[in-house]
């Protein structure tokens, strides 16, 4: 079994920070990718950020310049550093990891940006 548990989600003013964490424990050999998706009310899941094994990156154009992905190995760690928040940011923000061709996810944070 594998365990997601993200932490950092909250309520922020629009232009203000927030960071991300989400840890994974459990039965894990090795991660490939790792990523953050956002579900806002009423619209689908969407990618924000992923990030691979070797450090390469990609963003949605949403979050571009105002988002940043990195990722621990040594703590099965991925962390989304946002900046510059918009109400539109508001959303149930998920990571998800692939490990030995398995898809996991975690159980979501919400993060609520107030104009």
């Known amino acids: 079994q594998v365990q997601l548990v993200e932490s950092g989600g909250g309520l922020v003013q629009a232009g203000g920070s927030l960071r991300l964490s989400c840890a994974a424990s459990?039965?894990?050999?090795?991660?490939?990718?790792m990523g953050w998706y956002r579900q806002a009310p009423g619209k689908q899941r969407e990618l924000v950020a992923g990030?691979?094994?070797?450090?390469?990156?990609n963003y949605a154009d949403a979050v571009k310049g105002r988002s940043t992905i990195s990722r621990d190995n040594a703590k099965n760690t991925v962390y989304l550093q946002m900046n510059s928040l918009k109400p539109e940011d508001t959303a149930v923000y998920y990571c998800?990891?692939?490990?030995?061709?398995?898809?996991?996810w975690g159980q979501g944070t919400q993060v609520t940006v107030s104009s």
């Open positions: 459990g039965s894990i050999f090795r991660i490939n990718d």
């Open positions: 998800n990891i692939m490990s030995r061709g398995f898809m996991y």
């Open positions: 990030i691979t094994s070797d450090g390469t990156t």
